[in-house]
């Protein structure tokens, strides 16, 4: 598509929403929003080496507070940034200091790295709290990162999203640069690179899979901390935003000119795959951490337009990361669907996971589900037709906000995994816990008539242990994030089952393989979204670093050596992914029974000594799908369940206690009663299935 457009007067309002650099037939369009500033200047580099701009030239702000300016004979590659006048007291939220070089915010390129340099801040750091410290007078123009002025032009062929329903979506959360930079299909110079997650072994692990949708950690441009860069350490997981228009360099191929193009030919290449790509968006907080970070960017555009403070010298932390973007400001939120906009329209993405999203639901006092931003993606003519996921909480004020989103959208149910974790590790009286759980969590979403898929189940997920750290750890060993073990979750809901850590005991070693088999199962057995964790499919571990976000090395890239035992798990994750496509789960009805087969009611009375909370059998039925039945077993003896029905009708798919089975325990021989090894479960299909016909060919 040709971006390029005839020069407007006030381009800005003559394309709504187009902010930033815009490319002309005669130059480059420039415009900044800044309420409070009393003069902005552009400021263009002819090299990244520059240590100075070559020139400067003055903005025009209108009735919107909006500074522009149309730049003739200028092309794309130009680099560029903003110095911005006004008032520097803090007491009433101003911090503008235009010695420091500012990048744009609507920028869709990074054009030079951040250098880290004292420069860069605008008070001597930790000198933020004393109200008389003046502003530092140091230019930051040779250590600041820049912005570059892009042609967003791509074929993208008929590419078109592969619409994957809510009730068939299974999600395989991963990292760009985790999932490919050790794979030895891949070829090196792509390994770790958008063209990496786009190459032909990538594609064909994940069809084969059979995941539906890839929900990427983040790829918009980020900035290490500053004590990470101390360290020696990076931010791996990308949860520290720096641009949001602009796909990470970091995970372009060195030899890319354009990072954009090649993310764009990724998407492009796994939608011809019939595969979604979710992105993991960070809108609660930027780079710039709290007044003590260096001035980057909004910071000195106008502090108190663009983030929260009470009062106004003091920033609001709702992200626990120093700052917290202000999305309760008109401006502030049109800067964030704008880039929503950018990505589904000019990238093609399919939807978004919003980090933190109760801080974008924020009103002056608290969450609003009926808030200015949710209501703006609701009415947005493109961005309501996405998928949408919330992590449902931040660390502010009544920040735990789980199934008050949105009515289509899902939500990171982190009850779920918690239950799961609890009811398999032996923890008592977690039997209601799971039968909500796995039926759909209905007590938490079905009061507002939520769609089943809203309940967004997972077990793990890049914050935590991994599935294979999960039953080998009971402690964190977070000692190479340089914070002296002190970072990540101490409330994990792990077991070691004797040994911490790796084991030699064959038998040991056989019961973490088996209940990370019953992990996985219930997982791809349960109503809802499900959301396998990357990696956990073929046993990646973090040796117990539970907290990973800044180790970009081996504790997180994934090892695609696989032992016979990996390739049997991946077996098997792919054999319950078949399952479920096969069985309508969030259609279905589940009844509870005990292993006598007598009838359970999830809401009544749960008596901790009840036989049910170690035994539990399950009916799945659902129209134009065989019937399901699930026998629960978290106890360590074996139990002996009696089928419903006649004996014709049941026959064992799958025995978690198998290490290697999916239909190979009953040889096709009808069941009445069936005995259940402990800390297992398996499943029973009614009469003939698709899918145990597919599995004996």
Same mark, same amino acid.
């Given at each position: 598509?040709?971006?390029?457009?005839?020069?407007?007067?006030?381009?800005?309002?003559?394309?709504?929403?187009?902010?930033?650099?815009?490319?002309?037939?005669?130059?480059?369009?420039?415009?900044?929003?800044?309420?409070?500033?009393?003069?902005?200047?552009?400021?263009?580099?002819?090299?990244?080496?520059?240590?100075?701009?070559?020139?400067?030239?003055?903005?025009?702000?209108?009735?919107?507070?909006? +500074?522009?300016?149309?730049?003739?004979?200028?092309?794309?590659?130009?680099?560029?940034?903003?110095?911005?006048?006004?008032?520097?007291?803090?007491?009433?939220?101003?911090?503008?200091?235009?010695?420091?070089?500012?990048?744009?915010?609507?920028?869709?390129?990074?054009?030079?790295?951040?250098? +880290?340099?004292? /420069?860069?801040?605008?008070?001597?750091?930790?000198?933020?709290?004393?109200?008389?410290?003046?502003?530092?007078?140091?230019?930051?123009?040779?250590?600041?990162?820049?912005?570059?002025?892009? $042609?967003?032009?791509?074929?993208?062929?008929?590419?078109?999203?592969?619409?994957?329903?809510?009730?068939?979506?299974?999600?395989?959360?991963?990292?760009?640069?985790?999932?490919?930079?050790?794979?030895?299909?891949?070829?090196?110079?792509?390994?770790?690179?958008?063209?990496?997650?786009?190459?032909?072994?990538?594609?064909?692990?994940?069809?084969?899979?059979?995941?539906?949708?890839?929900?990427?950690?983040?790829?918009?441009?980020?900035?290490?901390?500053?004590?990470?860069?101390?360290?020696?350490?990076?931010? =791996?997981?990308?949860?520290?935003?720096?641009?949001?228009?602009?796909?990470?360099?970091?995970?372009?191929?060195?030899?890319?000119?354009?990072?954009?193009?090649?993310?764009?030919?990724?998407?492009? #290449?796994?939608?011809?795959?019939?595969?979604?790509?979710?992105?993991?968006?960070?809108?609660?907080?930027?780079?710039?951490?709290?007044?003590?970070?260096? #001035?980057?960017?909004?910071?000195?555009?106008?502090? !108190?337009?663009?983030?929260?403070?009470?009062?106004?010298?003091?920033?609001?932390?709702?992200?626990?990361?120093?700052?917290?973007?202000?999305?309760?400001?008109?401006?502030?939120?049109?800067?964030?669907?704008?880039?929503?906009?950018?990505?589904?329209?000019?990238?093609?993405?399919?939807?978004?996971?919003?980090?933190?999203?109760?801080?974008?639901?924020?009103?002056?006092?608290?969450?609003?589900? &009926?808030?200015?931003?949710?209501?703006?993606?609701?009415?947005?003519?493109?961005?309501?037709?996405?998928?949408?996921?919330?992590?449902?909480?931040?660390?502010?004020?009544?920040?735990?906000?789980?199934?008050?989103?949105?009515?289509?959208?899902? &939500?990171?149910?982190?009850?779920?995994?918690?239950?799961?974790?609890?009811?398999?590790?032996?923890? /008592?009286?977690?039997?209601?816990?799971?039968?909500?759980?796995?039926?759909?969590?209905?007590?938490?979403?079905?009061?507002?008539?939520?769609?089943?898929?809203?309940?967004?189940?997972?077990?793990?997920?890049?914050?935590?242990?991994?599935?294979?750290?999960?039953?080998? =750890?009971?402690?964190?060993?977070?000692?190479?994030?340089?914070?002296?073990?002190?970072?990540?979750?101490? $409330?994990?809901?792990?077991?070691?089952?004797?040994?911490?850590?790796?084991?030699?005991?064959?038998?040991?070693?056989?019961?973490?393989?088996?209940?990370?088999?019953?992990?996985?199962?219930?997982?791809?057995?349960?109503?809802?979204?499900?959301?396998?964790?990357?990696?956990?499919?073929?046993?990646?571990?973090?040796?117990?670093?539970?907290?990973? =976000?800044?180790?970009?090395?081996?504790?997180?890239?994934?090892?695609?050596?696989?032992?016979?035992?990996?390739?049997?798990?991946?077996?098997?994750?792919?054999?319950?992914?078949?399952?479920?496509?096969?069985?309508?789960?969030?259609?279905? #009805?589940?009844?509870?029974?005990?292993? !006598?087969?007598?009838?359970?009611?999830?809401?009544?009375?749960?008596?901790?000594?009840?036989?049910?909370?170690?035994?539990?059998?399950?009916?799945?039925?659902?129209?134009?799908?065989?019937?399901?039945?699930?026998?629960?077993?978290?106890?360590?003896?074996?139990?002996?369940?009696?089928?419903?029905?006649?004996?014709?009708? +049941?026959?064992?798919?799958?025995?978690? !206690?198998?290490?290697?089975?999916?239909?190979?325990?009953?040889?096709?021989?009808?069941?009445?009663?069936?005995?259940?090894?402990?800390?297992?479960?398996?499943?029973?299909?009614?009469? #003939?299935?698709?899918?145990?016909?597919?599995?004996?060919?």
């Amino acid at each position: 598509m040709d971006r390029t457009v005839p020069l407007l007067r006030n381009l800005h309002r003559a394309l709504p929403g187009l902010l930033g650099p815009i490319l002309t037939e005669s130059g480059i369009h420039f415009s900044l929003v800044s309420e409070h500033a009393t003069a902005v200047e552009l400021c263009l580099f002819d090299s990244a080496a520059c240590e100075k701009e070559s020139q400067r030239i003055p903005l025009t702000k209108d009735a919107d507070s909006i +500074w522009s300016v149309h730049v003739p004979n200028r092309k794309a590659g130009c680099l560029y940034g903003y110095r911005v006048h006004g008032p520097y007291r803090p007491a009433e939220g101003h911090r503008f200091n235009p010695s420091k070089l500012l990048l744009d915010p609507y920028a869709k390129a990074l054009g030079r790295t951040l250098q +880290w340099h004292e /420069a860069l801040w605008s008070v001597p750091s930790g000198a933020a709290d004393q109200p008389d410290q003046p502003p530092d007078t140091q230019d930051s123009a040779p250590y600041a990162p820049l912005g570059k002025v892009v $042609d967003s032009a791509f074929d993208w062929e008929d590419d078109r999203p592969p619409a994957i329903p809510w009730d068939e979506t299974v999600i395989y959360e991963t990292h760009v640069k985790g999932m490919t930079r050790q794979h030895p299909g891949i070829p090196e110079a792509l390994r770790g690179t958008y063209a990496g997650l786009a190459s032909e072994p990538v594609i064909e692990h994940l069809t084969q899979l059979g995941v539906t949708t890839v929900e990427l950690l983040p790829v918009h441009q980020v900035a290490d901390e500053y004590p990470l860069y101390k360290n020696g350490l990076s931010n =791996y997981w990308g949860y520290n935003p720096l641009l949001f228009f602009a796909p990470d360099i970091r995970l372009s191929r060195r030899d890319a000119p354009d990072p954009a193009a090649e993310f764009r030919q990724m998407v492009k #290449t796994l939608h011809r795959a019939g595969i979604e790509v979710i992105l993991d968006m960070v809108f609660n907080h930027t780079a710039e951490s709290d007044l003590n970070g260096p #001035t980057l960017s909004f910071r000195g555009i106008d502090n !108190a337009l663009y983030y929260r403070a009470d009062p106004p010298e003091r920033d609001t932390d709702f992200s626990g990361c120093g700052n917290t973007f202000n999305l309760h400001h008109l401006r502030v939120r049109q800067l964030v669907v704008d880039t929503l906009r950018y990505w589904v329209d000019e990238m093609h993405v399919d939807g978004f996971r919003l980090d933190l999203a109760v801080t974008l639901g924020r009103g002056p006092e608290s969450f609003e589900p &009926e808030g200015h931003f949710l209501r703006d993606i609701q009415k947005d003519p493109v961005l309501s037709k996405v998928k949408w996921i919330a992590e449902p909480w931040d660390l502010g004020p009544k920040g735990y906000q789980l199934s008050h989103f949105p009515h289509s959208w899902a &939500e990171w149910n982190d009850r779920y995994g918690q239950i799961v974790r609890q009811f398999w590790r032996g923890d /008592a009286s977690q039997a209601a816990s799971l039968m909500q759980r796995v039926s759909g969590s209905r007590d938490l979403f079905g009061s507002n008539n939520r769609p089943v898929h809203s309940t967004l189940n997972y077990v793990t997920s890049h914050d935590g242990f991994t599935l294979e750290d999960l039953v080998t =750890y009971e402690h964190k060993y977070n000692e190479a994030n340089g914070e002296n073990n002190e970072d990540g979750s101490n $409330d994990n809901h792990s077991c070691n089952y004797g040994v911490e850590g790796p084991s030699d005991d064959p038998a040991l070693n056989a019961l973490r393989r088996q209940q990370k088999r019953n992990l996985m199962a219930t997982l791809l057995l349960s109503a809802g979204t499900p959301m396998i964790s990357g990696g956990d499919e073929i046993g990646r571990t973090q040796k117990g670093n539970n907290n990973a =976000y800044c180790q970009d090395n081996p504790i997180s890239w994934y090892d695609w050596h696989l032992n016979e035992e990996q390739k049997h798990f991946l077996e098997f994750t792919r054999s319950l992914i078949q399952l479920r496509k096969t069985h309508s789960f969030n259609h279905a #009805t589940f009844e509870w029974f005990d292993a !006598a087969g007598a009838a359970i009611d999830p809401h009544g009375p749960q008596p901790a000594d009840a036989p049910f909370q170690e035994c539990l059998m399950t009916s799945v039925s659902a129209d134009q799908s065989p019937a399901l039945l699930i026998l629960w077993n978290r106890g360590e003896s074996d139990c002996d369940f009696t089928l419903p029905g006649e004996p014709s009708t +049941w026959q064992v798919w799958m025995d978690t !206690a198998h290490p290697h089975s999916v239909d190979q325990t009953s040889s096709g021989k009808p069941l009445k009663f069936h005995r259940v090894s402990g800390r297992s479960l398996t499943v029973c299909i009614a009469g #003939t299935s698709p899918v145990l016909s597919e599995n004996r060919d």
